[in-house]
């Protein structure tokens, strides 16, 4: 079903709308929310069957996408070969949704300076890169936004989750947000950031939302009383990435249920 207002236009009409990270989770879910609303899905990942199921989901429901690309979002060149290939077909992006990331967890005194490394590659190179990539086509737009992906990891420690790599990936995210939306103003690019917190994804469902993980029950800790679903979180990055944000740059949006604004977080 359709979340439009009967007679409403979809917020995102005529938009080319690039999304990585889109075979499943928050990338299908806000790739499925995007083409809804009119924009022309461009998505990527590395599982090519999955992003190309999210395409079939898209057209399915009457949206527009191109066909899924497989790319390694830690390679520089394979970067740039596809924002290459998406300023052919396209001559600009509208919107860049930085969504693809993957994390190891591990506690200070355990984890390995490969496994750290790891992390940075896959949380926040991961980010520079297409953001670095698409910025020429976002700036031919002239009225673009750019939203990343932090986490409430990003703003708040934990004591039942030991993820030190984590937290300094998204804080780093986070932190890109603000000097990503200083730069940009002046060619007109809004960059703003959504942070989850604790969001049923197949990836949650197996690690954090296991029946052994000590946050299997964070549910009780969070104000609203229920985990997130990916859906939510689309729907906060749809805003962001609308002209209904046209004021808005540099925030950073918390998508978790009040977690992160109470005590003991």
């Known amino acids: 079903m359709s979340s ?11 938009k080319v709308a690039v999304i990585t990270g889109t075979a499943s989770g928050q990338g299908r879910a806000a790739a499925c929310a995007f083409a809804r609303e009119g924009a022309t899905v461009v998505g990527c990942d590395l599982d090519l069957d999955g992003a190309a199921a999210t395409v079939a989901a898209v057209r399915a429901a009457g949206g527009t996408a191109d066909n899924a690309c497989q790319v390694d979002l830690t390679d520089e060149n394979a970067v740039a070969a596809w924002a290459a290939d998406v300023g052919t077909a396209h001559g600009r992006v509208d919107v860049l949704y930085a969504n693809a990331a993957a994390t190891r967890f591990a506690p ?15 949380e926040v190179d991961v980010v520079f890169l297409p953001v670095r990539a698409f910025w020429p086509l976002l700036t031919a737009a002239r009225r673009a936004a750019v939203v990343l992906v932090g986490s409430t990891a990003g703003v708040t420690g934990s004591v039942t989750n030991a993820r030190l790599a984590h937290t300094a990936t998204k804080g780093s995210v986070v932190a890109m947000t603000r000097q990503l939306a200083a730069e940009g103003a002046p060619a007109g690019i809004r960059v703003n950031c959504v942070s989850p917190g604790m969001i049923r994804t ?3 469902e197996s690690s954090l939302l ?30 962001l990435a609308s002209e209904e944000a046209s004021y808005v740059t540099g ?15």
């Open 4 to 14: 439009r207002q009967p007679g409403r236009q979809g917020r995102l009409v005529g």
């Open 108 to 122: 200070v005194e355990e984890i390995s300076y490969a496994d750290w490394q790891w992390n940075f590659r896959h």
């Open 202 to 204: 197949p990836a949650t």
């Open 210 to 239: 296991t029946e052994d993980h000590p946050m299997r029950a964070i549910a009780g800790h969070i104000p609203l009383g229920r985990v997130g679903e990916a859906e939510e979180v689309a729907a906060c990055a749809l805003f």
């Open 251 to 265: 925030t950073n949006l918390m998508v978790d249920g009040g977690w992160s604004a109470v005590l003991p977080g």
